[in-house]
DNA sequence: GTGTGGTGTATGGTATACCAAAGACCACAA
DNA sequence: TTGTGGTCTTTGGTATACCATACACCACAC
């Protein structure tokens, strides 16, 4: 049945090129393993705008946004690059997803919902302390939606927006590192422990353990981690 | 006494044109009322790009990261609007403020020294209890300055940067509510009390201290503020 | 008199041409 | 053979011309 209408085709989706481009530069160095040894950390601004089939403004606009948001480094004159975050930096920004999720947990005692905690609670149950190591993959990802569930409880777009910023690279480490020395258990039982403390409203005790649990991630990063 | 050498005329300041232009948007926005009802909040990207001698490129450059910090909202074919932040977001920041500043708190009895703990003490000992009020010029910069202080003992440089972002709405809050009802004089105690568990590296009091004196700032303009 | 449609104008969005600087490479001279 | 200089190439930076859309205003018809 041939359309009555002219039906123009949609051009783009509605979104801007410099977002498209934003975004696709974004999953492409998400997807991209930039710690391997033979990784092409140069960008070529033209060869990308090639590529993308968009002129080197939008582009270069999203590339300035990545390179405030810290994922790549635009030197005058001398290059794009990939930007390898060193370990001193990965410990700073898991300290400060420790101190935002910990003051997220602090105002989801103070305002989140009975219903949303028992919502919680139910991504929590999924996995028992002996049956994560069954389906790693699986509590891999139930382990970060855990942590963005306290920070959307928490009701502060500007945590949600910071802590999101700062996901890229977090999310990375905690997969790489949960079942590394047992710590998957640790996890099940604490992110118990942390709904717990939600549901019994104790304001406190919830903030300590989500900041603790954090920073047990960053010390075992510490120590054990080899990055640069 | 004429050159012998040709001594070509210095350009520009060694900064790209973005850069200029971003610093002079900003600190033009800083220093406006935007709260006053009769504020122009429309800018003019041509008009500007005129005034600052700088063709639109680099100004739109500079708009767009002004754009993504939140001091300007851009709308496609509408014009460039400079954001009144609202009550509700005020208050969002507030508190990442005191999630960030109380992790620094935390760091910094583990990792500054006591020499700078003891210069932190100089800033507190300016000011007496009851001798606020008769300088509440010099009170409200060493108000700031204090707060700067604690986070940069934290040592943990995106910790600084993230404040940085959030120093220009606090300051100006800080600085319009110290003065209502008594605060100051309870500002010098909660100091004080702060630089005690920062020297007695007593970790958790002095996260705890500054969380809540922070915390407190945001209760305070919750009830008696008045935006939008 | 009111409503609708069309046109004009203002404003961002995009593409492209050109500029400047830094580094690599090569030729030539000592 | 080695060092120095200049040039060429690569890359980002800047300016500008052009395009698309949203809104306002006005004319015309009902």
Redesign the pocket.
């Known amino acids: 049945m041939a359309d009555t209408q002219l039906n123009i085709a949609p051009i783009g989706e509605g979104l801007?090129?410099?977002a498209r481009a934003y975004d696709a530069l974004k999953t492409a160095i998400t997807n991209m393993n930039i710690y391997a040894d033979d990784a092409e950390l140069r960008?070529?601004?033209?060869d990308l705008s090639q590529r993308f089939g968009?002129?080197?403004?939008?582009l270069?606009e999203a590339l300035a946004q990545l390179d405030q948001e810290g994922l790549v480094k635009?030197v005058?004159?001398?290059?794009?690059f990939i930007v390898r975050k060193t370990k001193a930096e990965i410990l700073d920004m898991i300290t400060v997803w420790a101190a935002l999720e910990s003051m997220a947990a602090r105002l989801a005692t103070q305002h989140a919902s009975d219903s949303e905690l028992a919502r919680l609670h139910t991504l929590v149950d999924q996995f028992s302390q002996d049956k994560v190591a069954a389906k790693m993959g699986e509590y891999s990802d139930a382990n970060i939606k855990f942590h963005q569930a306290i920070i959307g409880l928490g009701k502060n777009q500007l945590i949600a927006d910071l802590t999101d910023k700062l996901f890229f690279h977090v999310r990375s480490i905690r997969q790489r590192t949960i079942f590394e020395q047992d710590r998957a258990k640790r996890s099940v039982v604490d992110h118990s422990e942390i709904v717990n403390a939600l549901e019994a409203r104790d304001t406190e005790r919830a903030e300590r353990l989500v900041r603790e649990h954090t920073l047990r991630l960053r010390d075992h990063v510490e120590r054990y981690v080899t990055l640069d």
Chains 1, 2 share one sequence.
Do not use: N
Request: hydrophobic share 30%; charged share 40%.
């Open positions: 801007s090129l410099k960008l070529d601004e033209r968009v002129s080197r403004t939008p270069r635009i005058a004159r001398r290059g794009i």
